[in-house]
């Protein structure tokens, strides 16, 4: 198995359902060990965050654990001390490491110079708790994702990637509706594409008709704020509003990481609506992120 989680792709095919399974126990309270009994997780966030800080800290306590969490206000890494040397006295001290940052070139930095297994908290390039979790949801409310059309619209980001990686694993069809410019990573495209009916599309209707989960997230992502005004140009006609949902299946779910913006990507009647299962997704990732930390840092088996 692998020592970190830094991409879904990380886990082959049969872990990733195993980690479902164990989630499900964790969400539907079946499962009540301590694997972390003892341990520490750092957190480390060089962008801000709710539900992964919030999430991760009470997952690693349920588990038994303790759980630091580091800004770059407060750590030497924010002061430029490299991160390889930050990874190499971490793992003297804890026995995992989340990190959230920019780069995705920093991440595989940190889990290269860490002996302890180190959790992708979201990069530029992808968010794989997230995608967990959106899949757990999936499966509580579909019942599995085999033979289901997932539509992603709107911004081809670290989202999108994700979707992506998770169709390349689990081999679902995936439908990204986006504007040109704004399209996905190529080369986890290209890979994903090679066995699963993956396509980028421009008009979000192509993309949603006869989904069962329609899925979007903010047009300018964390680090991008100064292109609000441009994106908001570009992005105008990807709002996931309620005639768009209406072209999906009759009982498709709407989806979104969150934060959302109300009255951009999402219109409110969709987010606040009956398809939508958002508050579901965010719990969703207490249940994920505790079956991967049990997993990498608790010794529970995923063979
Ligand atoms: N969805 C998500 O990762 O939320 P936060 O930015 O609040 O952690
Ligand atoms: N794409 C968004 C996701 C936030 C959870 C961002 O990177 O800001």
């Known amino acids: 198995m692998t020592k970190d989680f830094l991409q879904i792709p990380d886990f082959t095919?049969?872990?990733?359902?195993?980690?479902?399974?164990?989630?499900?126990?964790?969400?539907?309270?079946?499962?009540?060990?301590?694997?972390l009994a003892g341990k520490t997780l750092a957190m480390i966030f060089m962008k801000s965050s709710t539900r992964t800080r919030v999430s991760f800290e009470v997952g690693t306590y349920q588990l038994g654990g303790h759980a630091?969490?580091?800004?770059?206000?407060?750590?030497?890494?924010?002061?430029?001390?490299?991160i390889a040397d930050t990874a190499r006295v971490l793992s003297r001290y804890v026995d995992g490491i989340?990190?959230?940052?920019?780069?995705?070139?920093?991440?595989?930095?940190?889990?290269?110079?860490?002996?302890?297994?180190v959790i992708n908290g979201l990069t530029d390039l992808v968010h794989p708790c997230q995608i967990l979790a959106?899949?757990?949801?999936?499966?509580?409310?579909l019942g599995g994702w085999e033979g289901k059309k997932v539509?992603?619209?709107?911004?081809?980001?670290?989202?999108?990637?994700?979707?992506?990686?998770?169709?390349?694993?689990?081999?679902?069809?995936?439908?990204?509706?986006?504007?040109?410019?704004?399209?996905p990573a190529d080369h986890l495209l290209e890979r994903a594409q090679k066995v699963a009916k993956v396509r980028v599309v421009r008009d979000p209707a192509e993309a949603v008709?006869?989904?069962?989960?329609?899925?979007t997230d903010v047009w300018a992502s964390m680090g991008q704020e100064e292109e609000q005004k441009i994106r908001e140009k570009a992005f105008a006609k990807y709002t996931?509003?309620?005639?768009?949902?209406?072209?999906?299946?009759?009982?498709a779910i709407f989806l979104h990481c969150l934060p959302a913006h109300r009255g951009e990507e999402v219109t409110a009647d969709v987010i606040d609506g009956p398809q939508s299962r958002v508050w579901d997704e965010a719990e969703n990732r207490l249940h994920v992120q505790k079956a991967v930390m049990a997993a990498l840092m608790g010794g529970e088996s995923l063979a």
């Open 151 to 183: 539509a992603w619209i709107g911004d081809g980001n670290n989202m999108a990637n994700s979707w992506i990686n998770a169709a390349y694993r689990l081999g679902f069809d995936l439908d990204i509706a986006c504007p040109e410019g704004y399209e």
């Open 13 to 35: 095919t049969a872990e990733l359902l195993k980690l479902f399974d164990l989630a499900e126990r964790m969400r539907t309270r079946q499962y009540t060990h301590t694997p």
């Open 240 to 251: 996931v509003n309620a005639p768009l949902m209406k072209r999906a299946k009759g009982d």
């Open 98 to 117: 989340m990190i959230r940052t920019f780069a995705h070139q920093d991440i595989e930095e940190l889990a290269k110079y860490a002996s302890v297994p």
């Open 134 to 141: 959106d899949l757990l949801t999936v499966k509580q409310h």
């Open 209 to 215: 008709e006869g989904a069962h989960v329609v899925n």
């Open 68 to 82: 630091l969490f580091l800004s770059p206000r407060d750590v030497q890494l924010g002061r430029g001390e490299p």
